[in-house]
């Protein structure tokens, strides 16, 4: 009885042991994937920023020229920008402030897909403003966004079936 117990304790030590040392493989494979995260690139607040203010650069031009599928593309893309601030910015309350771009963006949608530029021209304004409204509430006043009044790209046609 007595060696018997000796073998179910020795027995339930080692199996402890192999427990204790499949933690630790874990854990190490943990902390090195922590470490992979923490050092890979995360876009920062103004790289998100300088690429919204492009497509909005070039959504004026698409719509200015009716190009509406251009406009279509370019919207969703500050869709996209604004989306991404959401989920890789979360910790900047610039981030907790971006939702009062929505419903500008929702006019512009709307023009858009009636290929009104009366209506695109209005609702583009708003947005503009919208983002202007939005800097001064996060103290970045300094940071004025405008209607473009030059061509951002000398490589990207505009026109609807101009020729190259």
């Known amino acids: 009885m007595k060696q018997t117990f000796i073998i179910i304790v020795t027995c339930g030590l ?11 493989v874990l854990q190490n494979r943990m902390d090195s ?9 995360k876009p920062g607040f103004g790289e998100f920023m300088s690429a919204i203010q492009a497509h909005h650069s070039k959504l004026w031009f698409a719509g200015k020229n009716e190009n509406w599928k251009l406009a279509d593309f370019e919207v969703h893309e500050i869709m996209e920008g604004i989306e ?5 910015q979360t910790e900047r309350k610039e981030s ?3 939702e009062i771009i929505y419903p500008a963006l929702d006019s512009i949608n ?9 209506l695109f021209k209005s609702s583009f304004t708003l947005l503009t403003n919208t983002c202007n409204n939005c800097h001064r509430a996060a103290n970045f006043e300094f940071n004025v966004v ?4 030059t061509q951002p790209f000398s490589n990207q046609v505009f026109k609807v079936n101009a020729s190259n």
Do not use: G
């Not at 080692?14 to 630790?24: D, E, F, M, V, Y």
């Not at 405008?146 to 009044?149: A, G, L």
């Open 14 to 24: 080692l199996a402890c042991n192999q427990q204790t040392k499949k933690i630790q």
């Open 33 to 41: 994937l922590q470490k992979k995260l923490s050092d890979t690139y």
């Open 84 to 88: 991404n601030i959401q989920k890789f």
């Open 96 to 98: 907790q402030m971006i």
């Open 110 to 118: 709307k023009a858009i897909q009636q290929k009104n530029f009366s």
């Open 146 to 149: 405008k209607i473009p009044d």
